[in-house]
């Protein structure tokens, strides 16, 4: 929705606002609201298998912890402060992001969230689907057929979509349910695959030594979590009020969401695939190792929780979609973006290879997404939180003009950055279907996302160094480049 003057919500159960700037009067969420929705949205089988892909890598239950709780830590690091970014802002973080990008170079944040949401939202409906079908088999006889997944799968799609077509606050209340309730389902699973659990079993490492595999691990199953995460903070921290809550105790309640949301079901999943000896199909390996009293539990996370797993990514998603044609709205969005989730998922039961296919993914997205998270850390700090809102609603209104203008929408130094840190970053990534050619300069080893997030950061800095701030029409600052101020000063006149 490019409402800038979006009507109030009112009564109505169903999300009114798109993209706009949400106004104070609405931003009643906490920072506990901010920690709540990442903890019980993730704690689905969407985010557990990630936590098996070190074991599937050759990695014992004790060296595939250590490199996903590195993974996890490094990525939190750089990915919460994000929040603080629509905590002034009061719109999601790739609107947000167009006073670093330009008000059109901030659809670079639009299309990296649709991408990451997208394939995460498929990966969820695709492991949660398998994982009902899998139970209703061994509890009641239910066929293993084409047909049942695709029931599965469409029926999972509507429950998601159905929440997220609601919008925000329907997804808090069912997230706030969710932490507690599957939290508990997890915790029970630890007590069913106790008895066959062995942490030093392990493969063949994948990609030939401890190290390399080990460091795979790191970035494949660790910092593909908060990466995941870059453009969605901002959907929730928007309806927070810096008025009322400090940007410390909002920073640290996302980190806690975040650590605790991501190493919670990964962690089960190393644990239980180790347990299971998942080391191809965990899935598969999951529902045969359990014993006949976890059936039910595995049932419901696979339904509920998937539900409230891909429904805040379908919710994104829409955002982000309406963020890119304003003249679609929200709803709209969201039902474009659920089929085409829907189609992925079964491309990826019925086409791809599931290791294969999830772990080059995070490795080209984490690759692309980090340097834009990168741009819009160092924009943020630059600028100490201060935003022209009016400005970053430009390109929403269908006008043109304001701080934010740049040269036709687009910052040039920050565009030009991001696309050199993209460029290096997946040339030294190593996926299972594609090798950078920097490998060979690297030992073999992936450091994609360092190489990715320190080129940027030089280049943003250097093809920038000339930049200023600005006062924008309501004193506040925007970062412009300085040839560029005048020819955006142009355009406002």
């Not at 704690?43 to 996890?72: D, K, N, Y």
């Not at 160092?378 to 970053?392: E, F």
């Not at 200023?468 to 355009?491: K, M």
Request: hydrophobic residues 50%; contains cysteine.
């Amino acid at each position: 929705m490019s409402q800038q003057n979006a009507p109030s919500p009112g009564h109505s159960l169903i999300e009114q606002h798109g993209v706009d700037t949400i106004p104070e009067e609405e931003r009643t969420s906490s920072p506990r609201d901010v920690l709540s929705i990442l903890v019980g949205s993730n704690l689905a089988f969407g985010v557990v298998v990630f936590g098996w892909l070190p074991v599937s890598f050759g990695l014992s239950f004790w060296a595939a912890a250590t490199s996903v709780v590195l993974g996890t830590v490094l990525g939190i690091a750089l990915t919460a402060p994000l929040a603080l970014v629509s905590l002034r802002t009061a719109t999601n973080l790739s609107t947000s992001s167009g006073a670093f990008f330009g008000v059109r170079g901030r659809l670079i944040g639009s299309v990296v969230g649709l991408l990451l949401s997208l394939g995460y939202t498929a990966l969820a409906l695709w492991v949660g689907g398998d994982v009902v079908v899998g139970a209703l088999n061994r509890m009641l006889g239910l066929p293993t057929s084409g047909a049942a997944y695709v029931a599965t799968y469409s029926v999972l799609a509507a429950l998601s979509a159905t929440a997220a077509v609601f919008g925000y606050r329907l997804l808090l209340k069912l997230e706030r349910v969710l932490m507690w309730a599957m939290g508990g389902l997890l915790l029970a699973g630890l007590f069913a695959f106790a008895p066959h659990f062995d942490g030093s079993a392990h493969g063949t490492y994948l990609l030939g030594g401890f190290w390399p595999t080990w460091l795979l691990s790191v970035v494949a199953a660790g910092l593909s979590g908060p990466i995941a995460f870059i453009t969605l903070l901002g959907d929730y921290t928007r309806y927070v009020s810096p008025v009322r809550y400090s940007g410390r105790r909002v920073l640290w309640s996302t980190a806690g969401g975040l650590f605790l949301g991501l190493l919670i079901p990964q962690l089960f999943g190393t644990f239980t695939a180790v347990a299971t000896g998942a080391g191809t199909d965990y899935v598969h390996g999951l529902i045969a190792g359990a014993p006949a009293w976890f059936l039910l539990p595995l049932l419901v996370n696979g339904l509920l929780g998937s539900a409230g797993n891909t429904g805040l990514m379908l919710y994104s998603m829409g955002l982000d979609l309406d963020a890119i044609l304003p003249r679609a709205t929200r709803l709209q969005a969201t039902y474009v973006v659920a089929a085409l989730g829907t189609v992925l998922v079964f491309l990826g039961h019925f086409v791809w290879n599931a290791q294969s296919a999830v772990t080059s993914f995070v490795l080209v997205l984490t690759a692309i997404g980090a340097p834009w998270a990168v741009i819009t850390l160092i924009g943020h700090r630059r600028c100490r939180g201060d935003y022209d809102r009016q400005s970053l609603q430009v390109y929403n209104r269908g006008t043109r003009g304001g701080i934010y203008w740049y040269r036709a929408g687009w910052n040039v130094p920050a565009t030009a950055a991001w696309i050199g840190g993209s460029a290096v970053g997946l040339l030294a990534v190593d996926t299972p279907v594609y090798r950078g050619p920097l490998l060979a300069l690297t030992g073999g080893i992936d450091v994609s996302f360092l190489l990715a997030g320190g080129v940027t950061a030089a280049l943003y800095v250097l093809l920038s160094r000339r930049s200023r701030g600005l006062a924008g029409p309501s004193g506040v600052v925007g970062v412009r480049a300085g040839a560029e101020a005048e020819a955006g000063a142009g355009a406002d006149a």
